[in-house]
């Protein structure tokens, strides 16, 4: 189970539009181990977030099976909880508030249904308290999200993501909103994050240094439509990783290079009709 805890299997997917039916991805084949990061990386409008939607179960595919540590994708999920690039918090409830509906749901009395023995509310706030200290966010615990800055907002995000103690990570663009600098902070915080939980996270990314920084494969997509893998880079740099020590890497630099290269050559076009 370990070398395939995610699997993507000969999946297509093609959206009804009023202009008819849109192929957006097409046999696609991927998996992911136990504890591997994977970043998609592709052009605008490749299929990136259908992919990840995928694999959430926020969407079924038209073609093909995707499984999570072998049972079949039916639906969402928290085994696999999903980080989105605008953070989705509910501007009516503090940070605490808004990681704590989904310890509750996960934990708590609504948990009934999936069996598991439900905690009490001592229990419930310690998880809360944990994720937020996780994240770096125990003092902002009872602001509301009108009251912190972007950055913070994605962290509360992150932190109500990991409270629930996912099997996997989905991100999509998670720090695609935010400054370069905030942005490299919340890199840092998330290797850090990601090697003391041992987590597995798919993230989508566009930018470059993010993918090879932070992953151990890179998938890279074809431009779309009807987008498909085009190249699967592994990424064998040691771990833990510093961005300082990494910078003048010969390794790094021909990662980043490969990327770039697939990138801006191979699936050029679409840059030149942008
Ligand atoms: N629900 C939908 N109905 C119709 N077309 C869709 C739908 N969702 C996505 N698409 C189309 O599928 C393609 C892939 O979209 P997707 O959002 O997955 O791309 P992406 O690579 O994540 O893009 P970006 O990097 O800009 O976020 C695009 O052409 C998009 O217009």
């Avoid at 299929?47 to 099976?65: R, Y």
């Avoid at 708590?108 to 998880?127: C, D, P, V």
């Avoid at 990570?169 to 695609?176: N, R, Y």
């Avoid at 498909?228 to 740099?237: A, F, H, R």
Wanted: aromatic content about 6%; overall charge positive; proline content about 4%.
């Amino acid at each position: 189970m370990h070398s395939k805890f995610i699997e993507v299997q000969g999946v297509a997917q093609t959206f009804k539009t009023r202009k008819g039916s849109f192929p957006a991805l097409r046999d696609i084949n991927l998996t992911v181990a136990k504890g591997e990061f994977v970043a998609l990386i592709g052009h605008s409008g490749c299929g990136k977030s259908t992919l990840l939607n995928l694999i959430a179960g926020l969407t079924m595919p038209t073609q093909g099976h995707l499984l999570c540590a072998n049972r079949e994708i039916a639906g969402p999920g928290p085994e696999r909880a999903v980080v989105f690039q605008n953070h989705s918090l509910l501007p009516w409830l503090t940070c605490f508030e808004n990681v704590y509906l989904g310890v509750e749901r996960v934990f708590g009395s609504a948990s009934k249904s999936t069996g598991a023995a439900s905690e009490n509310k001592a229990q419930l706030m310690a998880r809360t308290d944990a994720a937020l200290a996780l994240v770096g966010l125990t003092a902002a615990a009872q602001k509301r999200p009108g009251e912190i800055s972007g950055g913070m907002k994605q962290r509360v995000g992150i932190a109500r993501a990991l409270a629930m103690e996912p099997k996997v990570l989905l991100m999509d663009e998670p720090f695609g909103a935010l400054d370069a600098l905030t942005r490299a902070k919340l890199q840092d915080e998330l290797l850090e994050i990601v090697a003391r939980t041992q987590s597995t996270v798919v993230m989508v990314t566009h930018d470059v240094d993010e993918a090879v920084l932070l992953s151990d494969k890179i998938v890279m997509m074809t431009n779309g439509p009807a987008a498909t893998i085009g190249e699967v880079l592994s990424v064998d740099l040691p771990r833990p990783r510093s961005r300082v020590a990494l910078a003048d890497s010969p390794q790094y630099l021909g990662y980043r290079k490969a990327v770039i290269d697939f990138l801006y050559t191979r699936q050029a076009h679409v840059e030149k009709a942008a």
